[in-house]
């Protein structure tokens, strides 16, 4: 997620404890988060939710005054509080800040017709690839294989401290390994 907000210009990455905090500890709990950054400025907040056993992502978008919730195993009404905490927590910023916000404004939607986990393990790797998509303007929609392939890429990335190209290069990866296991199977 680092990685995004280093690239990506005008973009606001919260640590993954942000959302856990300010969801039992309200928005006094995280204000020195955000110190010395108007997050008003960036054009993308991007917020990883933890919740016991699952990872969702929450994308607020300034502009366009939207909070959509991505979660890979589907809508809930668990998502639903979670844009409502979002937007009590942008409220609060925005007053902090000497700003007023028109909640009326701004809304909150369930990502739609994005790719969904098809296991119970991958929500982390999801969460990585829809921020990774959103914040290069790209749908979520490519094949679950594809996003599983994302799990070599994104440790690729970590070890080399910098975004690698995109989907191409796991698409790549994964059609390499086919052709592998395919040719292996010929030769048994």
Not at 125 to 134: L, N, S
Request: positive net charge.
């Amino acid at each position: 997620m680092a990685l995004i907000k280093e690239k990506i210009p005008k973009t606001w990455v919260f640590p993954t404890q942000f959302y856990e905090k300010i969801s039992s500890a309200g928005e006094d709990s995280v204000n020195r988060w955000t110190k010395n950054v108007n997050i008003f400025d960036c054009s993308l907040i991007i917020i990883p939710v933890h919740r016991p056993g699952h990872w969702s992502l929450v994308i607020v978008s300034v502009p366009e005054k939207t909070i959509t919730c991505f979660n890979s195993l589907g809508p809930s009404t668990v998502d639903q509080t979670c844009a409502d905490i979002i937007m009590k927590y942008l409220t609060y910023e925005a007053k902090a800040r000497g700003r007023s916000l028109n909640t009326q404004e701004w809304k909150t939607e369930m990502a739609k017709n994005v790719t969904m986990q098809n296991n119970s393990i991958d929500c982390g790797v999801f969460v990585c690839y829809y921020a990774r998509m959103v914040s290069e303007g790209k749908r979520c929609n490519h094949p679950p294989s594809v996003v599983h392939g994302m799990r070599l890429q994104v440790a690729k990335e970590v070890l080399a401290c910098k975004l690698l190209p995109g989907m191409v290069h796991v698409i790549r990866s994964i059609l390499k390994i086919i052709a592998f296991v395919c040719l292996a199977f010929i030769l048994l």
